[in-house]
Antibody
Framework: EVRLVESGGVVVQRGGSLRLSCAAS????????MHWVRQTPGKGLEWVAL????????FYADSVKGRFTVSRDQDDNSLSLQMNSLRPEDAALYYC?????????????WGQGTLVTVSS | QSALTQPASVSGSPGQSITISCTGT?????????VSWYQQHPDKVPKLLIY???KRPPGVSDRFSGSKSGNTASLTISGLQTEDEADYFC???????????FGGGTRLTVL
């Protein structure tokens, strides 16, 4: 069974930094691209970042480009999201998500999420 | 404002069929067959229902089906059940600078 467990969500001040982590298990981590997707009550779901199976390719949503960095540790089966220059609009529940494998645009397993709050 | 447009809410009675639309542009829904649909119950994580426009992952009921015409994708739920009451989101690949876009979500009420 696929298991994705996020951690690192806290209250952070505007302009601050935060690193989210995701521990993956139950599948061959090195075979799949991974994503971060966030959700807010008012804005629904928003895709944030993608990292390819080998870490060699990354993509970001326009809203976080230049501020967020996604990375993965193949030895540790973990995914990370370094978030800098945080803004109030970055406040959300952040999900670690596994790609289906046949494309980079379909999310077939989701963690429970970790909550990021940005205070102004 | 979400990149893909979904109705805010739809409703139906048990046993009926309903369809939820997801409208985009030639840069996303209309140009590629990378549309997916997700179901999210309150306080639960999203669940993949449909991918590549019309494919169902293992374990998803065949009451859920997907299709696409032009720039609009659709999710049809047949034989509505009370447990289908949830939020439904679509997403698509986009050739714009952002790789993936979501719809704003549709709240399904089973009356």
């Amino acid at each position: 069974e696929v298991r994705l467990v996020e951690s690192g969500g806290v209250v952070v001040q505007r302009g601050g930094s935060l690193r989210l982590s995701c521990a993956a298990s139950g599948f061959t981590f090195v075979d799949f691209a991974m994503h971060w997707v966030r959700q807010t009550p008012g804005k629904g779901l928003e895709w944030v970042a993608l990292i390819s199976w080998d870490g060699g390719v990354t993509f970001y949503a326009d809203s976080v480009k230049g501020r967020f960095t996604v990375s993965r540790d193949q030895d540790d089966n973990s995914l990370s999201l370094q978030m800098n220059s945080l803004r109030p609009e970055d406040a959300a529940l952040y999900y670690c998500v596994k790609d289906i494998g046949s494309s980079w645009y379909t999310f077939d397993s989701w963690g429970q999420g970790t909550l990021v709050t940005v205070s102004s | 404002q979400s990149a893909l447009t979904q109705p805010a809410s739809v409703s139906g009675s048990p046993g009926q069929s309903i369809t939820i639309s997801c409208t985009g542009t030639n840069s996303d829904v209309g140009g590629y067959n990378f549309v997916s649909w997700y179901q999210q119950h309150p306080d639960k994580v999203p669940k993949l229902l449909i991918y590549a426009v019309s494919k169902r992952p293992p374990g998803v009921s065949d009451r859920f089906s997907g299709s696409k015409s032009g720039n609009t994708a659709s999710l049809t739920i047949s034989g509505l059940q009370t447990e289908d009451e949830a939020d439904y989101f679509c997403n698509s690949y986009t050739s714009t600078t952002t790789l993936v876009v979501f719809g704003g979500g549709t709240r399904l009420t089973v009356l």
